[in-house]
């Protein structure tokens, strides 16, 4: 029997608890700071959009000491703590797994982590979550992707621990991940996905 998160008064979860549930569970869930936060579910371009990041990331990795993981792969930020389900991780050389859980299902070393950006959870993305990562030190680079338009964001860690914007938009562009020394065309990220019409737009086509 899974643990109750519907509790009145609400409670904190210990590591431990958290780890159980989500052996148990049949969906995805955080754990921020105590608390087990459902994690939303994707769109169809969301999936798509993912899914093509992941093959051509792991298409340019090939001959590399890293190896790309999907959404089913959790990352443990452990100053927090915080344990999520990034879109994309990236490992190079040997990964490092959480002593707490016993699956081997949680890394703490991740060189790079992707995030295909959602309307729900695009604040968090670039807040609250980008700023737990940071603590992590064997990140180097983090990326986000629309799922609006064709536009990919990498934050490059500094050697003064700030971190580098570098924008790529529209379909024609290239955009580079420089920790691992890999380029992915705009065009194959967005590989037979269909962006929502601009709101003018939308409105002319019901008349």
Known sequence: MGLPLEQSPPRRYTISEYLAYEQQ???KHEYRDGWIVAMAGGTYNHGVIA??????VGNALKGKPCRAADSTV???IPRTPLYT???????CGEPQFDPN?????TLINPRVIVEVLSPSTEAYDRGEKFSRYRQLE?????VLVSQDAPGVETFIRQKDG????????????T???????IELPLSEIYANVTFPAPPAQAEEQKK
């Open 25 to 27: 569970s049949q969906e």
């Open 51 to 56: 899914a093509n990041v992941l093959r051509e």
């Open 74 to 76: 959790r990352v443990r």
């Open 85 to 91: 389900y990034p879109d994309i991780t990236v490992v």
């Open 101 to 105: 859980d016993t699956s081997g299902q």
């Open 138 to 142: 064997s990140l180097e680079e983090y």
């Open 162 to 173: 700030g971190w580098l914007l570098m924008p790529y938009a529209g379909i024609e562009a």
């Open 175 to 181: 955009a580079r991940i420089r920790c691992l020394g």
